[in-house]
């Protein structure tokens, strides 16, 4: 008598089926132990981050007490900071003056009445005032000509007028542009 | 059959509220960990900018700053320096032998915004020194090396030399105008993580021709002038 198995087929089927649900349930369960331990890792990480946090939040706390014990140095170079700028531009002006002004004294002759000088920041200045005689304008003339032996740095000069005064002096009016950068 | 259809469905049931639980855990704690480590490099930025500025702090010289602090406030004061002003061109025109007068002043506006011209201010002083030509070009001289910084504006001459004196000397008398300086010191410090600017090389080079200008003191009047406190018993 020959055996028939009807159900082999069906139960090899059902025997598949019951492995593919145990797998699932296995992976179901390895999945939530590794989110499990996921969690329990960035809790902790979390955990170590804030950690660190409070120690950082107590270190500023240490380093702005030491600023604040060393604010008066502080004010002092933050007020210095803020003046040099203004400072030095003054400085620098300053310079360029004295330079004008120490080239006027080396051009004028004695005996020369000035009666104004203009500066303007690019070292032009406007002489404008009279001498006694011929011989003393030639000199201022030859002064301002040959400016380079008295150490003066003239850039240009141009004569505007020159004329007899009603006191019998010379008027003059000149020009003289100073290289203050030189 | 049915037990397997319900078996699948409680599966699918169970599959589903894992996922949503783990949503409901895990939402916070990665929200928290973000926002703490969002703080934590705040605070790491913030504690390098305070050690830096520590560390930059307690390199300066204390003593030597507060020199220089001083000696800036005495060429480039912080007020008006109408009283330094006029002491110390008196006293350079008497170094020079050198007649003083003629003295104007503008003492410009009462308040200015501080922010106006970068804070920087001047004050307009027009006066007269006669002498030699020697003397007055040194005072010229002293005069843009003096505290508090001026500059000469304008100066008029008039050179004569005068024979009843002496034939050789040369009289001089000039009119000058020189505009000193003054700027208000900075409202605040700011915020304590603004970092400290340090000075440049060409900025301590600056600083130190601070010391190249002279300096003379104030002369205050010691009587004592207009009202007194008549009811003070002088303790």
Redesign the interface.
């Known amino acids: 008598m020959v055996e028939i198995n009807l159900y082999a087929h069906k139960l090899q089927k059902l025997n598949k089926k019951q492995r593919l649900k145990q797998l699932t349930w296995k992976s179901i369960l390895a999945g939530v132990l590794v989110l499990a331990v996921l969690m329990i890792a960035l809790s902790g990480f979390s955990l170590v981050v804030a950690g660190q946090n409070q120690a950082l939040t107590d270190k500023i706390e240490a380093e702005k007490a030491k600023i604040k014990n060393l604010e008066p140095v502080e004010s002092k170079q933050v007020y210095l900071i803020s003046k040099l700028d203004a400072f030095g531009q003054l400085v620098k002006t300053q310079e360029k003056h004295q330079a004008v002004a120490e080239a006027v004294f080396t051009l004028l002759p004695d005996n020369t009445s000035l009666k104004g000088f203009q500066v303007s920041e690019e070292g032009l200045i406007n002489l404008s005032g009279s001498v006694p005689d011929y011989p003393t304008l030639l000199e201022l003339l030859s002064r301002i000509a040959n400016s380079r032996d008295l150490g003066v740095p003239v850039v240009s000069a141009k004569v505007n007028s020159i004329g007899v005064s009603t006191g019998g002096g010379i008027d003059f009016a000149i020009d003289v542009l100073i290289g203050v950068n030189q | 059959m049915k037990t397997?259809i319900f078996?699948d469905k409680k599966?699918i049931f169970?599959?589903v509220v894992?996922v949503g639980l783990?949503i409901i855990?895990?939402g916070p704690?990665?929200g928290?960990?973000t926002e703490?480590?969002a703080?934590?490099r705040q605070?790491?930025t913030?504690?390098t900018k305070?050690?830096e500025?520590?560390t930059a702090?307690?390199g300066?010289d204390?003593i030597l700053?507060?020199q220089?602090?001083e000696k800036?406030e005495e060429?480039?004061p912080s007020q008006k320096p109408v009283v330094q002003l006029i002491s110390s061109l008196s006293q350079i025109s008497a170094q020079r032998n050198l007649s003083f007068g003629g003295v104007t002043l503008k003492p410009g506006v009462l308040s200015q915004d501080p922010k106006a011209k970068?804070?920087?201010s001047d004050l307009e002083f027009g006066f007269q020194v006669g002498g030699s030509?020697n003397d007055i070009?040194l005072f010229?001289?002293d005069l843009?090396n003096t505290a508090p910084?001026m500059?000469?504006d304008?100066?008029?001459?008039?050179?004569?030399?005068d024979p009843l004196i002496s034939r050789e000397e040369?009289i001089v008398t000039a009119d000058i105008s020189v505009s000193a300086?003054f700027?208000p010191?900075?409202q605040s410090?700011?915020a304590?993580t603004t970092p400290?600017?340090l000075?440049s090389r060409?900025?301590e080079a600056?600083?130190n021709?601070?010391f190249n200008f002279a300096s003379f003191e104030a002369v205050i009047p010691t009587a004592p002038t207009g009202k007194s406190d008549l009811f003070g018993v002088g303790l």
């Open positions: 397997n078996y599966l169970g599959a894992m783990m855990v895990f704690i990665l928290r960990l703490r480590l703080v934590n605070l790491k913030e504690m305070l050690t500025k520590s702090l307690s300066i204390e700053v507060s220089r602090v800036m060429v480039f970068g804070g920087l030509f070009s010229l001289n843009e910084i500059k000469i304008q100066v008029s001459l008039a050179i004569k030399s040369t300086y700027q010191p900075p410090l700011g304590i400290l600017k000075l060409e900025d600056l600083l021709r601070l």
